[in-house]
Structure formats: C-alpha cells, structure tokens
C-alpha cells in the first residue's frame, strides 16, 4: 500500500476512535459523574 493511503486511514481510525469516546463519555456510565449547570442554577 501506499504511505499516503496509510497515513489516511490511520488520521480516519484515530477521529473515529475521538469521537466514539467522546460519545461514551457523553452518554454511557461516566456520564453519571457529570452535572448539569442549568439544573445547578435554576431560578
């Protein structure tokens, strides 16, 4: 394979795997630990 066709899946496999944490953390079991400052400030 090319080096570039490496580097291009690699930068894709590396966004992939940002977001997919990043959507773990929002939504799976760590999302317990995090507040909700509209909740926390509420008039």
Same mark, same amino acid.
């Given at each position: 394979?090319? @080096?570039?066709?490496?580097? $291009? $899946?690699? $930068?894709?496999?590396?966004?992939?795997? $940002?977001?997919g %944490?990043?959507?773990?953390?929002? %939504?799976?079991? @760590?999302?317990?630990?995090?507040? =909700? @400052? %509209?909740? =926390?400030?509420? =008039?």
């Open positions: 394979m090319e @080096p570039a066709t490496v580097l $291009i $899946i690699a $930068i894709g496999v590396t966004v992939v795997a $940002i977001a %944490f990043a959507v773990y953390m929002s %939504f799976g079991p @760590p999302s317990v630990a995090l507040s =909700d @400052p %509209f909740e =926390d400030h509420e =008039d």
